[in-house]
């Protein structure tokens, strides 16, 4: 074949290839990595879930999200620090995590028995408060999209919880809220801030006692084949904020963006919805197992508790916010002195 064909003929190829190459990266979907810390089966790993199905359905594809649960990509600190530099796009954290981060405020969820139930916790997340947080988010680079609940919180040991003298010198494990900081000391533990993915691990090895945590949570990370007790104190409640990077959220095309907050609402209804029952089937399952004894607290025993943390709320006020508190009671119809 003469040299000028040749030529021709690989000019041609050549063109053919970039044309190729542009009609993918045109067709390439925009990637939005969603990462966690828990199991995939909890209300929260299956809220992930149902709105990676949701978003990718509904942007016919152009959107494709990938969950990473179980701290499989980053751990708790890191994940927000890999939020805010671009490296993932999507994280749930719990509410107790975003104090590290600048917004103490967050802890008000914290105060030891806020939330007399579920609706009183919605009550709060679903009004100002709820949407008051979310703004603190944006100067940070952060878009708050939404509350997905879990459930109230009780204690684990190896020793029967009862009495606030049976808390005295455990080390507990507790996630990065001073709020729950003063709420081990107020009881006599010693707090240990410490990251969820090594949970497990400490509790086998002795490094901690027990922690707290929602029957969801115990039973997927195994929490109850290393401890033996748990005492439904129903003190505290553990939340999450789906919240994605600002820059590419703002940056996302108009209606890319409202596709995904559709099939967010929706994943939001979902999560929701499935918090309780799954809580009460984990429990089921922890009581099944014969490995942890479940303690329901008698009245008087849970008032001792209450009496004990509730110094928690005037002492935090400087740190969470005179305002923030009374807004949060008035919205959760708690009055400190009940
Ligand atoms: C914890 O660290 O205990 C929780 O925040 C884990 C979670 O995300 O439910």
């Known amino acids: 074949m003469p040299r000028i064909a040749r030529r021709s003929i690989a000019i041609a190829a050549a063109s053919l290839l970039a044309i190729v190459s542009l009609g993918a990266q045109a067709q390439a979907p925009i990637v ?10 909890t209300p929260k790993g299956k809220g992930a879930l149902r709105f990676k199905e949701l978003a990718e359905q509904r942007t016919g594809g152009r959107v494709k999200v990938e969950v990473y649960p179980n701290s499989q990509l980053y751990k708790d600190k890191e994940e927000l620090e890999a939020l805010q530099l671009g490296s993932v796009q999507m994280l749930a954290p719990s509410l107790s995590k975003f104090g590290p981060l600048g917004v103490k405020e967050y802890e008000v969820f914290d105060l030891p ?16 408060v709820g949407a008051d947080l979310f703004k603190k988010l944006e100067s940070k680079g952060i878009t708050g999209l939404a509350y997905w609940d879990n459930g109230a919180t009780h204690m684990t040991a190896n020793k029967p919880l009862k009495n606030v003298a049976d808390f005295k010198g455990l080390k507990m494990r507790i996630q990065s809220s001073k709020v729950l900081d003063a709420q081990m000391r107020s009881l006599g533990s010693i707090p240990q ?56 959220w703002d940056g996302l095309p108009a209606e890319l963006r409202s596709q995904l907050e559709g099939a967010m ?51 935090m006020e400087a740190r969470v916010g005179k305002q923030m508190i009374a807004d949060t009671y008035k919205a959760a119809g708690y009055s400190l002195s009940k």
């Open 32 to 41: 939005i990595k969603f990462s966690h810390v828990v199991a995939p089966d």
């Open 265 to 315: 609402k929706d994943a939001t209804t979902y999560a929701n919805a499935i918090a309780a029952t799954e809580n009460a089937t984990a429990l089921d399952k922890i009581k099944a197992s014969g490995k942890t004894a479940i303690y329901t607290p008698t009245a008087a025993e849970l008032n001792e508790m209450k009496k004990a943390t509730s110094v928690v709320h005037k002492e």
């Open 193 to 248: 801030v410490m990251a969820f993915s090594e949970l497990y691990q400490a509790l086998q090895t002795g490094v901690v006692d027990g922690t707290e945590s929602t029957p969801s949570n115990i039973y997927t990370q195994k929490v109850f084949e290393v401890q033996k007790h748990m005492t439904l104190s129903g003190h505290g409640h553990l939340a999450y904020a789906v919240v994605v990077n600002k820059k590419f």
């Open 113 to 128: 028995f806020i939330f007399k139930d579920t609706e009183a916790f919605r009550a709060v997340t679903e009004g100002k």
